[in-house]
């Protein structure tokens, strides 16, 4: 039986290579001989290809796999072709070691069975093609991580866009200029061109484990070939949806929560704010009508959730959505207590934050604020709505922000980290009051869902991210790199256009100084485009901010090339407005 073994230096850390080393195009473009590869379930591929071994040439139909992963630096690979001149079948292990800080050393051993005619050229010879094979694959995955990223073909000014309508997005100016995204793969994104970025905002928040993770995909696509969806409403259900709820009330800080799916954040904020006033009305206190929310808040941008957020630009033409709704100033319990005063308590039926604001700057809470909003609630017989969409399933380094800030409320909104994007997914677990009427006696109708509520492939989705949480300790992880992204963060804090840095968990805001904002009300904007040209995607918030949440699975040295990258464009826009005439 033909033994191979063997070792490569590379000049990148483990991550990038293995994210090279199990992205089907990349394989492609490495291994010599090989057509197509098609990713299959999981860590799997098939392609065809060209071998010549000794005199026997021919091309072998082949599947590769990898097995007990511990990504980056494991796994075992299996091989199986078959082709004219015979079948052959391996299995080995390989290990990728860092070295020297930016060097990954790939080692190799495996075992080969050869059946057939091409058995009879030798074990030796056999042995020295699997082995070539191995090395030349390696060497185009070497060339990969050295190449630069492709310049970009020139595009006249006024290319017409695709019939697509961004969202948040003025498309006289957005059309033509579309930064096409076609591939992700850990903390990195490949547009149409060949650029490579750092993706610093998890796309929106959201994709908290990672791109390109192939164990959601294969969950994802085992489910749609077997049932995709059927609705849930009345009696019916799925064993993913099932399975989910029970996996999100364990989570929960509650005891028995009871957990009602919904297709993303908006809906779930629409969800728990109708419950709220259709659980005073179950339990005989229907003039408890008033909503009450914060400043700057954002809740998304249904009827309900976009009046509760406190962004004027988002209702700006649009009348009233909803009825009874009034604002606080944001991390100000002095304020939400005269708010309820002044409505009466008698009519209050919830008050709704984040527990820290995101989109409205990242803004932490001041130490005590949510335990005191807890106590006022609880005084005055007011729901409380912590709408976690952000930073539910380990933002924070806590699984809930409920659970760092000490406090329970009697509604969690949930979406983005639930399926780290994967599928659209999200929901709101209902804590033991507010359920009691609606679960127990004759029980009472909430009439109330949609039409992909508890979906089974998104439901799948959510399952097989949150053992990726689990598995690989993510929640804990965020919870460890604080302290190094908060350091990195702040660092900013020195640059002349900063006026202030704030960092929590994994979230950070790097708001720039009002009087630069002043001289250049577009100065945010000019920031995220140089970021980009450095490498690295962020966004605006609120028109004064730098917006930064990456995946959990971010390395420190990524940490540092992200900040590094927003360092640059503040200083690109200094030496701007240095230069002569």
């Given at each position: ?86 079948h052959v079948a391996g299995r080995g292990a390989m290990r990728l070691e860092p070295r020297d800080g930016e060097g990954t050393l790939v080692c190799y051993e495996g ?14 010879m056999i042995a020295g093609v699997a082995r070539k094979t191995i090395e030349r694959t390696l ?443």
């Open positions: 039986m033909p033994r191979v073994t063997g070792e490569r230096m590379l000049a990148g850390p483990p991550e990038r290579v293995w994210a090279l080393l199990t992205d089907a195009s990349e394989l492609a473009r490495a291994m010599p001989g090989a057509g197509e590869v098609e990713p299959e379930d999981g860590r799997s591929f098939r392609t065809t290809i060209s071998l010549a071994v000794g005199p026997v040439k021919d091309s072998y139909e082949g599947r590769l796999a990898y097995e007990d992963e511990q990504p980056p630096t494991a796994c075992t690979i299996v091989v199986e072709t078959k082709g004219k001149s015979g075992d080969f069975k050869v059946s057939g005619p091409v058995a009879g050229v030798g074990q030796r060497d185009g995955i070497g060339r990969r991580l050295t190449e630069a990223p492709e310049a970009a073909p020139e595009r006249p000014a006024s290319a017409p866009t695709t019939a697509y309508w961004h969202p948040f997005a003025n498309m006289a100016k957005v059309a033509g200029e579309e930064l096409v995204i076609v591939r992700g793969r850990g903390c990195e994104l490949v547009d149409r061109d060949g650029r490579t970025y750092l993706d610093a905002t998890a796309a929106l928040w959201y994709c908290n484990v990672g791109y390109g993770r192939d164990e959601i995909a294969a969950a994802v696509e085992r489910q749609l070939r077997e049932l995709h969806a059927y609705s849930t409403f009345g009696s019916y259900a799925n064993e993913p949806a099932l399975t989910l709820a029970e996996r999100v009330a364990r989570l929960a800080p509650f005891e028995d929560g009871k957990v009602f799916f919904t297709s993303g954040g908006s809906d779930a904020v629409d969800t728990a704010a109708k419950l709220a006033r259709r659980y005073w009305h179950a339990v005989g206190r229907p003039e408890k009508l008033a909503l009450i929310g914060r400043r700057h808040a954002y809740h998304g941008m249904h009827a309900w959730g976009t009046s509760l957020g406190g962004i004027p630009a988002n209702v700006e033409g649009l009348g009233t959505l909803v009825a009874d709704v009034v604002h606080v100033e944001a991390n100000s319990v002095e304020e939400l207590a005269a708010a309820i005063e002044r409505l009466g308590p008698e009519r209050v039926a919830a008050f709704i934050g984040e527990p820290v604001v995101g989109a409205g700057g990242v803004i932490p809470p001041p130490e005590g604020y949510w335990t005191a909003v807890a106590e006022l609630c609880r005084e005055h017989d007011v729901l409380l709505i912590a709408d976690e969409v952000i930073t539910g399933f380990g933002r924070l380094g806590r699984w809930f922000g409920c659970e760092r800030f000490g406090f329970t409320p009697d509604l969690l909104v949930f979406a983005k980290g639930v399926s780290s994007g994967y599928m659209p997914l999200g929901g709101v677990v209902v804590g033991p009051r507010v359920q009691e009427p609606f679960w127990r006696g004759e029980g009472t109708w909430f009439r109330h869902g949609y039409t992909y509520s508890g979906h089974a492939a998104a439901c799948a989705a959510g399952i097989a991210n949150l053992d990726i949480l689990e598995r690989e300790r993510l929640v804990e992880r965020v919870a460890e790199l604080e302290a190094l992204f908060a350091e990195k963060v702040h660092s900013l804090a020195e640059h002349p256009l900063v006026g202030e840095t704030r960092a929590i968990g994994l979230v950070g805001a790097v708001e720039l100084a009002a009087a630069e904002l002043e001289r250049e009300p577009e100065l945010v904007e000019h920031a995220v485009a140089l970021a980009r040209e450095h490498g690295v995607l962020t966004r605006a918030l609120r028109g004064c901010a730098l917006h930064l949440s990456p995946p959990f699975i971010i390395e420190p040295e990524q940490i540092d090339a992200l900040v590094d990258g927003l360092r640059q464009a503040l200083e690109a826009i200094q030496d701007r407005r240095l230069a002569p005439g």
